[in-house]
């Protein structure tokens, strides 16, 4: 087992930065692929971003490809996601999650553990 806490969140305008942390612990984070979702109101939840058990590899989803970036520091058991260029698309509460598959999936139903989510929210 994993707990996930997610921190970071917050109001900014558009076209500002928010970097978003999700710490770890329990089960060695460095044994999970790890990746970012968002659920706006009234929308289903989405993948963002996912990262692999090293770091070494990444994916994105398209809508924010270019302008967000995942990483993570196995040694604090902490991932992130910088946002950069924030839009008011990008308002939701973001989640992140581990997943214990072999490979990056953007699917939520590949990741077994959840964070609670921290809000985003992107003003005009």
């Known amino acids: 087992q994993v707990r996930l806490v997610e921190s970071g969140g917050g109001l900014v305008q558009a076209g500002g930065s928010l970097r978003l942390s999700c710490v770890a612990s329990?089960?060695?984070?460095?044994?999970?692929?790890m990746g970012w979702f968002r659920q706006a109101p009234g929308k289903e939840r989405e993948f963002v971003a996912a990262?692999?058990?090293?770091?070494?590899?990444?994916r994105y989803a398209d809508s924010v490809k270019g302008r967000f970036t995942i990483s993570r520091d196995n040694a604090k058991n902490t991932g992130y996601l910088q946002m950069n260029s924030l839009k008011p698309e990008d308002t939701a509460v973001y989640y992140c999650?581990?997943?214990?598959?072999?490979?990056?999936?953007?699917?939520?139903?590949?990741?077994?553990?959840w964070g609670q989510g921290t809000q985003v929210t992107v003003s005009s």
């Open positions: 329990g089960r060695t984070f460095s044994s999970y692929i």
């Open positions: 999650a581990a997943s214990s598959w072999a490979t990056m999936q953007p699917a939520a139903t590949a990741y077994d553990h």
């Open positions: 990262i692999s058990r090293s770091g070494g590899s990444t």
